[in-house]
């Protein structure tokens, strides 16, 4: 019978503390090389556990160009700003967990729609499921980029809520290192041929190992931790833009202060709002286009003009992927283009297929 949840976290913590207490030497190698194998093994076994635990989530119907959530504990302002960025209407109040399920709005900006969320406030231990937090977490992990709205009298909640979301192998502002194991029939053990990530070779082996995995060429070229490559092999990692609405800066008029340090400390990119007043609402709206990471693209057909709406697509779409947003069979019959703007040297310059495009470019398909 499998394990429960928490007798596996348990189990996992009595490991990490032998593992911590025990200096490395020649003598100790091979137990540390077991005790890694076996943290793996365990870390597995509470990933399958949490599948059950975490239940399915919010159902969250995705619309527009690109979704954002908004993140947050309770009473933080995330239905207040979702009714001044979108056309949504949620309920507000003075007191926490007003919102009780995911409700969405539509923010439009610069002709892209913008999916928002307003989840239920987090609280924490959120990942135990306390307040439906695993569901709300779940919910939060399909956006492409996740607003941490914070008062400013309690800007300690981002640390909680980035440790909260790590728990879930949800990592912030941080690249996806690129990890390549090519299992193999021949009997040849892990040979680890390129490895960038700081571990020894031999936890890199134990840990695929632990996973089963005992014959496979391994490359790493990034930098991780022993925890990052174990979400990625369970392929549970996830790797998210996040930036903060720093909320209510009308209560402390050294709020300056409280930017810069969360600024500094986490590397993230701080907005100070205050929604009671209406500030800065438009400087929210600009950092989250800019960190969605899109851009807009104008169709020249015969009859229409520059003026035409645009169409909204990640930021470097070639001229293909273009195509291929709009129709199969366009993309499949398309020889080459002509582009107007900040991709090409001239106006009317003929690209390839493969030409990458800027914001802002006027393009006419040829078949």
């Known amino acids: 019978m499998p394990e429960k949840k928490e007798h596996l976290e348990e189990k996992l ?66 239905s207040s700003l979702l009714n001044v960025l979108s056309n949504a209407k949620s309920k507000t109040a003075q007191y926490a967990f007003t919102t009780l399920s995911v409700v969405p709005g539509m923010m439009i900006y610069r002709d892209a729609h913008i999916q928002l969320f307003d989840l239920p406030g987090l609280i924490k231990g959120a990942h135990y499921g306390k307040g439906g937090g695993s569901e709300v977490i779940t919910a939060a992990k399909s956006a492409d980029l996740m607003v941490f709205v914070i008062s400013v009298e309690n800007p300690a909640d981002l640390d909680l809520l980035i440790s909260e979301l790590k728990y879930f192998d949800i990592e912030i502002n941080k690249n996806e290192p690129s990890v390549q194991v090519a299992p193999t029939s021949d009997n040849i053990g892990i040979k680890v041929e390129v490895n960038k990530s700081g571990l020894p070779n031999n936890a890199i082996v134990e840990i695929l190992n632990g996973f089963g995995v005992h014959n496979a060429k391994v490359r790493i070229w990034d930098e991780l931790s022993e925890d990052e490559l174990i979400s990625i092999l369970a392929k549970r990692a996830k790797y998210v833009r996040a930036i903060v609405a720093l909320n209510k800066i009308d209560l402390l008029p050294n709020y300056k202060e409280i930017e810069e340090y969360i600024r500094s400390k986490y590397r993230i990119e701080v907005v100070p709002i205050s929604i009671i007043r209406g500030e800065n609402i438009e400087g929210l709206k600009t950092a989250i286009y800019e960190n969605l990471g899109l851009m807009r693209i104008y169709l020249k057909p015969e009859l229409k003009t520059e003026s035409a709406s645009p169409i909204t697509v990640p930021y470097g779409y070639s001229v293909e992927e273009v195509a291929r947003r709009l129709h199969t069979r366009l993309a499949n019959e398309l020889k080459c283009a002509y582009v107007t703007g900040k991709s090409v040297k001239f106006a009317n310059q003929r690209v390839g297929i493969s030409h990458v495009l800027k914001d802002g470019d006027i393009i006419t398909f040829i078949k």
């Not at 990490?16 to 870390?43: F, M, P, Q, W």
């Open 13 to 78: 913590g009595e490991l990490k503390s032998e593992y911590s207490k025990t200096k490395y030497n020649k003598a100790t190698d091979k137990h540390l090389g077991i005790l890694r194998a076996k943290i793996a093994k365990v870390k597995r076994e509470i990933i399958e556990a949490s599948k059950k635990f975490h239940g399915q989530g919010f159902f969250v119907r995705k619309s527009g160009d690109a979704t954002v959530a908004l993140v947050g504990f309770p009473n933080a302002g995330k």
